[in-house]
Structure formats: structure tokens, C-alpha cells
């Protein structure tokens, strides 16, 4: 403050808000990394809950136990888990339920599937949405605006990480899929 005249100091927003193009591939082997996905798991789509959860644990390596529901009656959630933070000798535990959406890049998450998650949220409890495709721009701006402590992972997240961990040719995402997660 200098002599009665105010100074407000102004910070850059921290809600950012991701156009479609922002969270889809946008070079063609990313492309067809999430392709490759969508196809393998096309006739599986309750399959494609434990590939989520794989994916949650390359973004969230902090991750421990995670069980996939049934895929029916499933209560809302494919998967609950728990994410463990503080130091190793007295850490603490977070519970957290996922969705999973497999769904076309052409498909965005909208906000139902999304008010589906929030419902079955617990008091203290984190939600995790894995789509292969987007969310749309009223999903991100409700989440964000009430403050749901939900991460969206988009089909642009699903390439990074598994890029980041190796896997950055649809070759190398076929060889992944199929040790992991077998076909009938």
C-alpha cells in the first residue's frame, strides 16, 4: 500500500478448463494408441475396468489396494481403492472409487456418467473417471466450481502415461494389453 492506493495482488486462474482437442492425442500414434485400446477391449467393455485401474496406477504409482467390482450391481463405482500419502513410516490412507469409460474419441464423458460418480462419493472419499475419449466442457466446469475431488484422466492422460512408462507404439500397447489383461 503506498499513500490510500491498493495493489491487489492477482494470481493466474488454476482451473483450466481443456478444450476436446486438448484432451485427445493430436498426432496419429496416440491416435491410434487409444484405438488400439478401444478395439481390444470392443466386445469386453466390463474388461476394460481393470485396464483403468492399471492406467490409475501408472499416473498414481501411490495407489495401493484396488478391487473391481462386479460388473453388474456394481453400486456406481467399477473400482474402490485406497491412495496411501505422508511419509512411509506413518502414512495415511485415502479411499477413492473409479469409472471407467471406454468410450469412442467422438464420445465425450457428460453429466450424467459424471453425477453417477459424485452420488456414490463418501465423506473424505476422491473419485477417479478414466475415459478414453474426453469430457465435456460442462463436466470439467462443474467439477471444478463445486469443488468434487474427482480427477478426470482423459484419452490424451491414457497416452502420456503409457508412453511415459514404455509403451509408446500400438505395438508395444497390443503386447501390454494382452499380458495383462487376457482375452476369454
Given at each position: 500500500?503506498?499513500?490510500?492506493a491498493y495493489t491487489p495482488l492477482l494470481a493466474p486462474a488454476t482451473?483450466?478448463?481443456?478444450?476436446?482437442?486438448?484432451?485427445?492425442?493430436?498426432?496419429?500414434?496416440?491416435?491410434?494408441?487409444?484405438?488400439?485400446?478401444?478395439?481390444?477391449?470392443?466386445?469386453?467393455?466390463?474388461?476394460?475396468?481393470?485396464?483403468?485401474?492399471?492406467?490409475?496406477?501408472?499416473?498414481?504409482?501411490?495407489?495401493?489396494?484396488?478391487?473391481?467390482?462386479?460388473?453388474?450391481?456394481?453400486?456406481?463405482?467399477?473400482?474402490?481403492?485406497?491412495?496411501?500419502?505422508?511419509?512411509?513410516?506413518?502414512?495415511?490412507?485415502?479411499?477413492?472409487?473409479?469409472?471407467?469409460?471406454?468410450?469412442?474419441?467422438?464420445?465425450?464423458?457428460?453429466?450424467?456418467?459424471?453425477?453417477?460418480?459424485?452420488?456414490?462419493?463418501?465423506?473424505?472419499?476422491?473419485?477417479?473417471?478414466?475415459?478414453?475419449?474426453?469430457?465435456?466442457?460442462?463436466?470439467?466446469?462443474?467439477?471444478?466450481?463445486?469443488?468434487?475431488?474427482?480427477?478426470?484422466?482423459?484419452?490424451?492422460?491414457?497416452?502420456?502415461?503409457?508412453?511415459?512408462?514404455?509403451?509408446?507404439?500400438?505395438?508395444?500397447?497390443?503386447?501390454?494389453?494382452?499380458?495383462?489383461?487376457?482375452?476369454?
Open positions: 500500500m503506498e499513500g490510500r482451473t483450466v478448463i481443456r478444450s476436446k482437442a486438448d484432451q485427445l492425442p493430436n498426432d496419429t500414434v496416440g491416435q491410434a494408441i487409444l484405438e488400439t485400446i478401444r478395439q481390444y477391449f470392443q466386445d469386453r467393455p466390463h474388461d476394460f475396468e481393470r485396464c483403468a485401474v492399471a492406467i490409475w496406477r501408472l499416473i498414481a504409482p501411490a495407489t495401493t489396494s484396488v478391487d473391481v467390482t462386479r460388473p453388474s450391481r456394481d453400486g456406481g463405482r467399477d473400482a474402490v481403492g485406497a491412495y496411501s500419502l505422508g511419509p512411509v513410516a506413518s502414512p495415511i490412507s485415502i479411499d477413492f472409487a473409479l469409472e471407467a469409460k471406454c468410450y469412442a474419441a467422438d464420445n465425450s464423458v457428460g453429466v450424467r456418467e459424471m453425477s453417477r460418480l459424485i452420488s456414490r462419493l463418501r465423506h473424505r472419499n476422491f473419485g477417479v473417471l478414466v475415459s478414453t475419449s474426453y469430457f465435456h466442457k460442462q463436466v470439467q466446469e462443474e467439477v471444478h466450481e463445486d469443488g468434487h475431488p474427482i480427477v478426470l484422466v482423459c484419452g490424451r492422460d491414457i497416452v502420456d502415461a503409457l508412453r511415459q512408462h514404455g509403451h509408446s507404439t500400438t505395438g508395444a500397447v497390443e503386447q501390454w494389453l494382452t499380458q495383462n489383461f487376457l482375452s476369454p
